[in-house]
């Protein structure tokens, strides 16, 4: 008896449920297992990538607000590879800059073109925020259906094999049944922390988002004034 005992707890180890499972069950764990590493390896970039992103805000608008002239700082981040509020600020700047040699005149359109040119710099850095955030919400969603999937399949299975055997032991019906089961678990320990990163990293996105947006109205704010200040005497001279 002890023995038997032994061997019933041998055959439901989780190793063991998923080498007797059939192979669709497999190809379903396997995929469901990838799909959390995948996840894991998303959150790990992803908060590195914030963390970084949000230094990287905090040092700038550090030197940004430090009172250095805006053409000394434009020299500075000019010939550097930019990011978040500073390649909105390179944006900007380099387009008053053509602006001015090309003798603008216009002080409406200058203003549009300068925040047309830090709109699609906002756009591109949102969209490197939010990049492999919908693998997240990919995997959220479906894994659950898939490991659901993939239980129904072994059940399925194991009503056939009790048919076969003819017996409703529990000693036969249970490890069919767990291992069935075992792809639901699965598929829900890979949607869970997906589901949780997601909701997170999209809020970190937003706010991160959100600071780069309240840069761009003080910085186009600025501008204007400034554009106000070089082209209205000219405008007066004429």
């Not at 790990?44 to 053409?71: C, H, I, N, P």
């Amino acid at each position: 008896m002890e023995q038997v005992g032994l061997a019933a707890t041998a055959d439901v180890t989780l190793w063991s449920l998923f080498m007797q499972a059939g192979l669709v069950v497999k190809l379903v764990m396997l995929g469901l297992i990838g799909a959390s590493v995948w996840t894991w390896a998303i959150v790990v970039d992803k908060t590195l990538a914030y963390g970084k992103a949000r230094r990287a805000l905090d040092s700038f608008e550090q030197v940004f607000w430090s009172g250095q002239s805006l053409e000394e700082l434009y020299r500075t981040l000019s010939d550097r590879q930019t990011s978040g509020m500073s390649a909105m600020f390179v944006s900007a700047m380099r387009e008053w800059k053509k602006s001015f040699e090309r003798g603008a005149r216009s002080p409406i359109g200058l203003q549009m073109r300068i925040d047309r040119a830090m709109d699609v710099t906002l756009a591109r850095e949102s969209e490197a925020l939010e990049a492999r955030l919908g693998s997240l919400a990919t995997i959220g969603s479906a894994a659950p259906f898939i490991g659901l999937f993939g239980t129904v399949v072994g059940i399925m299975t194991s009503f056939q094999a009790i048919a076969g055997s003819k017996s409703t032991n529990l000693a036969v019906v249970a490890p069919g049944i767990a291992e069935a089961l075992l792809a639901t678990a699965i598929g829900l320990l890979a949607a869970i922390p997906a589901v949780i990163a997601y909701n997170k990293f999209t809020a970190d996105a937003g706010k991160l988002t959100g600071r780069m947006e309240g840069f761009a109205d003080e910085f186009s704010a600025i501008l204007s004034r400034q554009i106000d200040e070089k082209l209205q005497p000219r405008q007066a001279a004429q």
